[in-house]
Every structure is written in structure tokens, then in C-alpha cells.
């Protein structure tokens, strides 16, 4: 059951990080979710090598989001620099 709720709350965070950097992004519910969970993951490495977590420590909702867009912001950095010939 915590798998899901995990799913949930990713899907929560990835469509919350998708409003806050309207753009194109890759779409759909699967890849938002994947997006908020990926996001949460982030923010936990980062929170605990900078200090701010203990290992094991849930991550919050708020720094989960900022994790997400951090990823939107790198994925953007990544595909715009590619063209098409």
C-alpha cells in the first residue's frame, strides 16, 4: 500500500512541479509521476548530504516539488540543446 500512496504523492508533486515551469515537458500521467517520484528521490539525496535530513527521514512535500522542478529545469538543459538536422 505504501507503494501506491508513493505513486500518489509523486503524481501530486510532478503535476504541482509542471505548473510552477509552465513549458513544454514531457507529458502524460505516467511520465508526471515518474517525475514527482524521480523529484522526491532528489530532494532526499541532497537534503542528507547537505545536512538537512537524517538517513531515513521522509523528505517534505514542499522539497520533494523544488527536486521535481530541479529535474524539469536539467531535463530542459538536456533536450534544448539538441537539434534536429
Avoid: C, H, Q
Avoid at 24 to 50: E, Q
Avoid at 51 to 76: C, D, H, Q, T
Amino acid at each position: 500500500m505504501s507503494f501506491i500512496w508513493m505513486l500518489i504523492i509523486g503524481l501530486i508533486v510532478g503535476a504541482v512541479a509542471k505548473l510552477l515551469m509552465p513549458g513544454k515537458d514531457p507529458g502524460g500521467i505516467f511520465i508526471t509521476m515518474v517525475i514527482g517520484v524521480v523529484g522526491a528521490f532528489v530532494a532526499g539525496f541532497l537534503g542528507r548530504n547537505l545536512g538537512w535530513y537524517n538517513e531515513g527521514e521522509p523528505v517534505g512535500f514542499i522539497a520533494s516539488v523544488i527536486g521535481a522542478v530541479l529535474l524539469l529545469v536539467v531535463y530542459r538543459m538536456v533536450t534544448g540543446r539538441r537539434r534536429v538536422a
